[in-house]
C-alpha cells in the first residue's frame, strides 16, 4: 500500500487507485483489506469518483463492522453520499457516525458536515442546532471560527443580517488571523450583508475556553 502513497504524496491519484486495488486484492487478512479500500475509496473521492468510493466505503463496513475503522468508513460514505445528493442516506451515515466516535475533534466534524447536510435539505433548524454544537466542540479555535462562518452562512440563507454578523464576529474574535474571514469575504452569499469590512462586526462576548 506504499506504493499508492506515495503516488497519492505525488499528487498521481489515478496512478494511487490502481495501487490501492493491487494491495486490497494482495492482502492477507481482513485489516489490512479495510485499510487499502480505505484508501482507495479516499482517492475515488479525490477524483470525482463517488460511486467507486461509495463501494469501496461499504466494503469496510461489511469486512469490519465492528472494527474502529468502520466509523471511518460510516463518516466518508456519508460525505460521499452527500455528493451524490443522497441526503437522507448521508444524514443517516453521519448520525451513526457521530453516536459511535470517540474523538473529540472527528465527532464536531462528522456534526459539521451533517449541519451543512440539513441546510442543503432545507432543515435549517437541524442545521442549526448540528453548526452550533460543533463551534462549541472543537478543540482548536480556528476550526471553531470556521463553524460559526457556517452558521452565518446559514443565516444569511434565512436573510437574517443581524445573525451574519453575529457570527462572523465570533469567527473574528475566535481566529486571530481572520482567514475564516477570508473565505467568508470571497463567499457571494455575505455580500446582501456584509461588505467585507471587520468594522462593520459587533463586539461579541469572549468564546469560553475547556
Not at 10 to 21: E, I, N, S, W, Y
Not at 77 to 83: H, N
Not at 155 to 165: F, H, M, Y
Not at 185 to 195: A, G, H, L, T
Request: glycine share 6%; net charge negative.
Amino acid at each position: 500500500m506504499n506504493v499508492g502513497r506515495v503516488e497519492a504524496d505525488a499528487g498521481d491519484p489515478q496512478a494511487a487507485l490502481a495501487a490501492f486495488g493491487m494491495a486490497a486484492a494482495a492482502a492477507d487478512d481482513r485489516d489490512a483489506r479495510a485499510m487499502a479500500f480505505l484508501s482507495r475509496g479516499n482517492a475515488a473521492m479525490r477524483t470525482g469518483r463517488y460511486i467507486d468510493a461509495d463501494a469501496d466505503f461499504t466494503r469496510i463496513l461489511v469486512l469490519q463492522p465492528s472494527d474502529p475503522i468502520a466509523t471511518q468508513a460510516r463518516y466518508y460514505r456519508g460525505l460521499t453520499a452527500g455528493l451524490l445528493g443522497q441526503l437522507e442516506r448521508a444524514r443517516n451515515d453521519l448520525t451513526i457516525t457521530i453516536e459511535r466516535e470517540r474523538d473529540r475533534d472527528n465527532r464536531a466534524q462528522a456534526l459539521l458536515e451533517r449541519g451543512l447536510i440539513a441546510q442543503s435539505a432545507g432543515d435549517f433548524t437541524s442545521a442549526e442546532r448540528d453548526l452550533r454544537e460543533a463551534a462549541q466542540s472543537f478543540r482548536r479555535r480556528s476550526q471553531r471560527a470556521i463553524a460559526h462562518v457556517h452558521l452565518a452562512a446559514l443565516a444569511a440563507q434565512r436573510a437574517d443580517c443581524a445573525g451574519v454578523l453575529l457570527e462572523l464576529a465570533r469567527a473574528r474574535r475566535l481566529d486571530a488571523s481572520e482567514a475564516s474571514l477570508d473565505v467568508a469575504r470571497k463567499d457571494p452569499r455575505f455580500q446582501r450583508c456584509w461588505n467585507g469590512n471587520t468594522e462593520e462586526l459587533p463586539v461579541t462576548e469572549p468564546e469560553p475556553e475547556d
